[in-house]
């Protein structure tokens, strides 16, 4: 087998088209591995938002909170089910909320605006929601026009900052007292105000659009869904809180996933082609060495080989530069409109080591695919021929 350090210094010699397709090959990985990311971290952010222990209530036949209407009559009824969790009090813990979406104004200066989603919550939703905690201010006290918002969505829009207003509706103007946090979740990306000011500013008067209830543990579940369900009174559905954000996000992550494929695959080709032209032309320049190595005893499989190494090792080498590119993205935040509630959503860039994986096997297949041709171009040389040219 011919040595590794011949095809190093062959890399070497040829610099410039060296770079070029280590270029396109980096490049091939970074926007694959960012769009991989992407997903990733709409899914975990979505998917933080559930609790195993936690169900979602809806009306039956629909898919989202928006999409829902449960009398408040009811509440008491989904409250009272087997398996619901109770407080030192003796009172389940659970409660009927709103979801909305209100048009915020971009603070960015750029005149842009978006949909913010505003959930009207009770004043228990720090015992539903535990991993919940305000991090600068206070929380908002029951009945008034006090809000908290999640710290993703902060300084994002006008007037959702700590100290500033807002209106939730013309003339109903609303005071940020808090930020909280969620441990990533999608809830960072809401507003959470009182549910008696949500519901008399939008005429929603003995409704809620779900409740959320919390468990004694998750394997109540299936009895608490089928007292429910089986009450046709109610015509309700229900679904556990961690199930319900998966389908919540799998829209979004889709699309996400769709079209950083079709961009990396025109990225794809094209590196293919770099590499093939970069191996093609190293070829051409390099008839007389083929020639020596053929001459000196190595068969066509070892040229073949150490060819397509060559391609590969380059191919793997941009490959490594556009992982770690791309997990720089893991420092930045990005927004997109959630299909299911036509809000904005604010998360991270995740890393995980499946995308690792499969950036770097993405990035040696392009360089295998590129050199293969010219590799086996390279092995079918005749020893004489190639010494002469």
């Known amino acids: 087998m011919i040595p590794l350090r011949y095809n190093v210094r062959s890399l070497l010699v040829r610099r410039t088209t060296s770079l070029a397709t280590l270029i396109g090959v980096a490049l091939v990985v970074f926007v694959l591995a960012t769009a991989l990311m992407l ?34 009559s009811a509440l008491s009824m989904v ?9 030192s009090a003796g009172k389940p813990i659970g409660s009927g909320e709103i979801v909305t979406v209100i048009l915020g104004d971009k603070a960015d200066g750029s005149g842009g605006v978006s ?34 918002i999640g710290r993703a969505i902060r300084g994002r829009f006008k007037g959702m900052d700590l100290g500033q207003h807002f209106d939730l509706k013309k ?21 959470w105000a009182d549910v008696e000011t949500v519901r008399s500013s939008f005429g929603r008067e003995g409704t809620v659009t779900s409740a959320t209830v919390t468990l004694d543990s998750p394997s109540k579940h299936d009895a608490f869904k089928l007292a429910v369900e089986q009450d046709k009174r109610l015509g309700l559905e229900v679904l556990r809180e961690t199930t319900y954000y998966e389908k919540q996000s799998e829209a979004t992550s889709m699309l996400m996933a769709v079209l950083g494929w079709v961009i ?76 299911a509630s036509w809000s904005e959503i604010v998360f991270t860039f995740q890393m995980t080591p499946g995308i690792v994986v499969t950036s770097v096997i993405v990035g040696g297949m392009t360089g295998l695919l590129g050199g293969i041709i010219p590799a086996f171009r390279a092995s079918r040389m005749r020893p004489i021929d190639a010494l002469r040219a």
């Open 264 to 339: 990396s695959v025109f990225f794809i080709i094209a590196a293919v082609i770099g590499a093939f032209i970069t191996m093609n032309t190293a070829v051409a320049h390099r008839k007389r060495e083929v020639g020596t190595l053929r001459a000196i005893g190595f068969s066509r499989r070892a040229i073949l080989m150490s060819f397509t190494l060559e391609c590969i090792v380059l191919a793997m080498t941009g490959a490594a530069i556009g992982v770690v590119l791309a997990s720089l993205m893991s420092f930045v935040r990005f927004s997109v409109i959630n299909w």
């Open 171 to 191: 003339n109903r103007p609303l005071t940020v007292v808090g930020v909280f946090e969620d441990g990533g979740s999608s809830f960072e990306s809401e507003v």
């Open 79 to 87: 409250l009272a089910g087997p398996g619901v969790k109770k407080d």
């Open 39 to 72: 997903t990733a971290g709409i899914d975990k952010t979505l998917a933080a938002s559930g609790s195993s222990d936690h169900v979602v209530v809806l009306r039956k036949g629909s898919d989202a909170e928006m999409a829902s209407s449960i009398e408040t």
């Open 115 to 148: 949909n913010v989603l505003v959930r009207g919550v009770a004043d228990n939703v720090m015992e539903l929601r535990p991993e919940a905690h305000v991090i600068e201010g206070r929380p908002a006290r029951p009945g008034s026009d006090e809000v908290i």
